[in-house]
């Protein structure tokens, strides 16, 4: 006998939880943002419609379905299971944090904050849930199946991510590695730079795309949808052992970007959360390339 569909309510906790996490009452909090020139009201406002969102969903949910919710804080250790439909409710950047903890679970983005978002992964408003729920939990739901990027270490540790992957040293120290791509003729080169960024199409509106704009780049940045990634290294220095020529590019199904480490420590991180970051040293190597499993986002 199959289990009933599950709905996971994906969450953070609001800026005025943190307030009073850190200050203890509303009172308190209220006097530190004033002295700042600062008012608590329109913090606690978006609060209230974050909660009054997460309740709309939550009465949404079918009777006959189990549901549970998960903080964002607690995805690392939260086990989804396959007959999960999971709604994030959030911002965009919640739906990424996420994204790299499913296996082909469909997900429904619910905007808590409409007006404050982009909307480009939190997609829908928290009154259509009722409907969307056993639609996305159905065989015949359309998905946009996102890109995702991979990383692989020499000692088999893997990474997902939605947007990108970031590999280089934690502070303002210089990554020193080399670099090398597959199926290119082109010899290896040894880089000093800030770090290298590899991401997907739905990281090209973030912060690939702002290395894309910053340095006029001709590259065609892919769409979320495209098996491609854009990769691009940051502040490369030419010195006479490390070289410039490849600070930029596309990688192709089955193409990855391999870099060895020759600094001290450098670390791997995705979308953004250096706290969940594989550790590298002296030579060890980390494939980048596009992961097999996608984010099946409900249109």
């Known amino acids: 006998m199959s289990l009933a569909p599950r709905a996971v309510l994906v969450h953070r906790t609001t800026e005025y939880e943190e307030l ?13 943002l004033s002295a700042r020139g600062r008012s608590v009201d329109a913090v606690r406002e978006r ?13 949404a949910v079918p009777l006959t379905w189990r549901q549970t919710r998960v903080e964002r804080a607690d995805l ?15 911002q965009d ?6 994204a790299k903890y499913l296996t082909g679970q469909p997900v429904i983005g619910i905007d808590a904050d409409p007006g404050r ?20 939990a159905g065989a015949g739901a359309t998905v946009d199946e996102l890109t995702m990027v991979e990383a692989v270490t020499d000692d088999a540790q893997r990474l997902l991510a939605l947007n990108e992957i970031y590999v280089g040293p934690r502070g303002h120290q210089t990554a020193r590695y080399t670099l090398d791509l597959d199926a290119t003729e ?12 590899v991401g997907t199409g739905t990281g090209a509106t973030g912060w690939l795309r702002s290395l894309w704009e910053q340095r006029s780049s001709a590259l065609a940045l892919p769409a979320p949808a495209d098996a491609r990634l854009a990769w691009f290294v940051r502040e490369a220095w ?16 089955g193409q990855g970007l391999r870099l060895t480490v020759e600094s ?32 099946r986002l409900v249109m």
């Open 47 to 59: 609060h209230e419609r974050t909660h009054r969102a997460l309740a709309e969903v939550a009465a």
């Open 264 to 295: 001290d420590r450098l670390v791997v991180f995705g979308d953004g959360v250096e706290s969940d970051a594989l550790e590298l040293t002296w030579g060890q190597t980390v494939r980048l390339t596009v992961a097999d499993p996608r984010l």
């Open 117 to 136: 978002n982009p909307g480009v992964l939190v997609r829908h408003r928290a009154d259509r849930a009722r409907r969307l729920l056993p639609y996305a």
């Open 186 to 197: 082109l010899p290896p080169e040894a880089q000093a730079s800030s770090g290298v960024l």
């Open 20 to 32: 009073l996490a850190r200050h203890g009452t509303h009172g308190q909090a209220a006097f530190f």
């Open 93 to 98: 950047g919640l739906v990424a944090n996420a």
């Open 76 to 90: 690392d250790r939260f086990l989804f299971g396959p007959e999960d439909v999971v709604v994030v409710v959030g």
């Open 238 to 253: 030419p010195s006479p052992t490390t070289g410039t020529s490849r600070v930029e590019g596309l990688l192709d199904p």
